[in-house]
């Protein structure tokens, strides 16, 4: 199966800073990679579908880019409530895997 | 508005068996595949198995493959996986979510918890 690697495994950041999380993939995963916030005792929410592309919703602020086996989410201008922690997932090959996840913490 | 919402967990002994259920409702329901996905406590995601709109073609890894049964009711728009043998290791919320654009999640549900304990 395809492993990704999320790094950094944490980060802390102040409200208003910039964050760049990333994720490789153990082999080409093409754009099929996604990105998906989870909040402590909450569901993921799905943030950026296709490497680029942001979900229903999703504020500007969020930014995904990359391909084939480096991606990277952008989070400008964070806010509070994004203190989260966010996985990137792929859908090229089955089974579907997600990274370790990034904790962004204050 | 698009809803998911599972069912079925429970404390459960080593070797036994559970079946979870995922009640959708919002969105014709045959038209997407769907997936459960779990996550241990204080650990990442982890998805188990993956279901055809159809409910013809059905996905599993290698963790539960032999274990778990994944089946859909297309009339009662519900989702169903059914857990045998179960291990320490299967103790995790259970999610089940919608595969919006092929194995990418857009929606999801609360999650139910299954423990397995003696």
């Known amino acids: 199966e395809i492993v990704l690697t999320q790094s950094p495994a944490a980060l802390s950041l102040s409200p208003g800073e910039s964050a760049t999380l990333s994720c490789r993939a153990s082999?080409?995963?093409?754009?099929?990679l996604a990105w998906y916030q989870q909040k402590p005792g909450q569901s993921p929410r799905l943030l950026i579908f296709d490497a680029s592309n942001r979900a229903t919703g999703i504020p500007a602020r969020f930014s995904g880019r990359g391909s084939a086996t480096d991606f990277t989410l952008t989070i400008s201008s964070l806010e509070p409530e994004d203190f989260a922690v966010y996985y990137c997932q792929q859908r090229s090959h089955w089974p579907p895997t997600f990274g370790q996840g990034t904790k962004a913490e204050i | 508005e698009v809803q998911l919402l599972e069912s079925g967990g429970d404390l459960v002994q080593p070797g036994g068996s559970l079946r979870l259920s995922c009640a959708a409702a919002g969105f014709t329901f045959s038209r997407f595949d769907m997936t459960w996905v779990r996550q241990a406590p204080g650990k990442g995601l982890d998805c188990i198995s993956g279901?055809?709109?159809?409910?013809?073609?059905?996905y599993y890894a290698d963790s539960v493959k032999g274990r778990f049964t994944v089946s859909r009711d297309n009339s009662k728009n519900t989702l169903y996986l059914q857990m045998n043998s179960l291990r320490g290791e299967d103790t995790a919320v259970y999610y089940c979510?919608?595969?919006?654009?092929?194995?990418?999640?857009?929606?999801w549900g609360p999650g139910t918890l299954v423990t397995v304990s003696s």
């Open positions: 082999q080409s995963v093409s754009s099929y």
């Open positions: 979510a919608r595969a919006g654009s092929g194995w990418c999640f857009d929606f």
């Open positions: 279901i055809s709109g159809s409910g013809g073609t059905k």
